[in-house]
């Protein structure tokens, strides 16, 4: 059983092509009480991860997909060092195919900018590559929103994104793909690369089996989770159930 957290809904992009070309069993945990993860200090990015974490191994799984690429670039080393089960993290994954292009550039939020997380690993892979990075902190407050196609989201867009020159962007947020349709609209001729896509060509595949039963955890407004989960997953959204990490 696969278990996967981020700082809310963005990680629903990675579950999609799970369930479009896996049969698994999925725990999925969104800290929707404490979203956005971007504007965070290291040190509380990794406490909130550990936290993230050690509810998922309660409910049985048998490893973790650190879905927000904030907590991928900032505490995924203490993770893998604290726990007992594989641990991967979207960064990497998403790294290993933007680095089959020579110019990239790399939108997401400002910890994960700051962290150059992106950079390093694209240049462990390709060490000539040319990466260019722009941070975009509002993305994630008005995806959280429900402002998929709102005009205030597609003027932000604009003014993050106009003058973008790259063979590949880099979609550096898990939250991204749900505006990716306005992003492409902005920077048409890049080759768009997501972490949902990318991290199923790093996962061990004899992991990913079951019956298909998805269940979903938030910490907060499980209302406004539902909305978004309906509108991207479809049917394969279930209902999310509302947990308090600091009881466990």
Request: glycine share 8%; hydrophobic share 40%; net charge neutral.
């Amino acid at each position: 059983m696969i278990g996967i957290f981020d700082s809310g809904v963005g990680g629903l992009t990675v579950i999609k092509p799970l369930i479009k070309y896996f049969k698994s069993d999925i725990i999925y945990l969104g800290d929707t009480a404490r979203v956005p993860y971007g504007n965070k200090s290291k040190e509380t990015v990794i406490k909130y991860s550990i936290e993230n974490t050690k509810f998922l191994l309660s409910k049985g799984v048998d490893f973790i997909i650190v879905a927000c690429n904030t907590a991928s670039s900032l505490a995924i080393d203490t993770l893998r060092s604290i726990f007992n089960v594989p641990i991967y993290g979207v960064v990497e994954s998403t790294a290993k195919v933007a680095c089959q292009f020579d110019s990239i550039a790399v939108i997401g939020t400002k910890a994960t900018i700051e962290s150059n997380a992106y950079e390093k690993t694209i240049k462990m892979f390709n060490q000539n590559a040319s990466v260019q990075q722009k941070a975009c902190p509002l993305f994630v407050p008005l995806i959280e929103e429900g402002l998929i196609d709102d005009e205030i989201t597609k003027l932000v867009a604009k003014r993050y994104l106009n003058g973008i020159q790259a063979q590949a962007l880099v979609l550096g947020c898990t939250h991204y793909p749900l505006i990716k349709h306005i992003i492409k609209e902005i920077v048409p001729n890049a080759q768009i690369i997501d972490s949902g896509t990318s991290i199923i060509n790093t996962i061990d595949k004899n992991m990913l089996k079951g019956s298909g039963k998805i269940e979903f955890y938030a910490t907060d407004s499980p209302e406004n989770f539902s909305k978004i989960g309906k509108l991207f997953l479809g049917e394969n959204f279930n209902g999310v159930k509302l947990v308090d990490l600091e009881e466990l």
